[in-house]
């Protein structure tokens, strides 16, 4: 795997520092509120159980999983839901927690359908967010880091399902998607 990498981007160290941070900041914000965090699968399932660790008040889970890759470095721009949520958003405040936004076609999509389900609120947390391709405007509440235009792999990030165990996140050389 690691021969495969191009550069990393942000170690274990600093991953863990920027969550620690998100989650204080989140901490502050859901004081006293029925904070629902859905994680959206696979990407985010790395980020989802390490923030929810740093979140000193009380939170419940549930999870969704889309996709829009397939085994592709390009977003097919279809989304599809593979599992939805096991319970009803209404009023709830639900903070959804992705792993990455690139183009921003899956949050869209994502974000109408939620909204129409009435949460009280309806927030977004990225860890990475690559704005230079975005093709639709995400409204993006909070968020870990600016990612250059290069496919990332790492962290829970897949390239064709692979490369999700690697503990820091990553340039994927493209001599290995481009053959
Ligand atoms: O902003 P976009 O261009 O829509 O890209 C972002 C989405 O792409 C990835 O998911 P993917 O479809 O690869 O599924 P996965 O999470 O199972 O890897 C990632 O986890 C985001 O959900
Ligand atoms: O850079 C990326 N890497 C992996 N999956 C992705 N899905 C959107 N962008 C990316």
Same mark, same amino acid.
């Given at each position: 795997m690691e021969k495969d990498i191009e550069e990393v981007l942000f170690t274990p160290a600093q991953l863990d520092e920027k969550i620690t941070e998100l989650g204080h900041q989140i901490t502050k914000d859901y004081q006293g509120k029925d904070l629902l965090m859905i994680g959206v699968l696979k !990407?985010? +399932? =790395?980020? @989802?159980? #390490?923030? @929810? *660790?740093?979140? %000193?008040?009380?939170?419940?889970? #549930?999870? @969704?999983?889309?996709?829009? $890759? !397939?085994?592709?470095?390009q977003s097919s721009g279809v989304v599809r839901i593979i599992k939805d949520l096991d319970y009803s958003i209404e009023g709830k405040d639900v903070l959804v927690v992705e792993d990455i936004i690139d183009t921003g076609l899956t949050l869209h999509y994502l974000y109408d359908n939620l909204l129409s389900r009435k949460p009280s609120s309806l927030k977004i947390c990225t860890l990475l967010d690559k704005p230079e391709r975005r093709r639709v405007d995400i409204p993006v509440d909070y968020k870990g880091f600016d990612? /250059? &235009? %290069?496919?990332? =792999? !790492? $962290?829970?990030? &897949? $390239?064709? %399902?692979? $490369? *999700? +165990?690697? /503990?820091y996140v990553a340039i994927l050389k493209r001599e290995v998607y481009e053959k």
């Open positions: !990407g985010a +399932n =790395v980020f @989802m159980s #390490d923030l @929810m *660790r740093k979140i %000193e008040t009380s939170v419940k889970i #549930d999870f @969704m999983a889309v996709s829009s $890759y !397939g085994l592709s470095t990612i /250059p &235009d %290069e496919f990332i =792999v !790492g $962290y829970g990030i &897949d $390239y064709a %399902e692979q $490369y *999700r +165990n690697l /503990p």
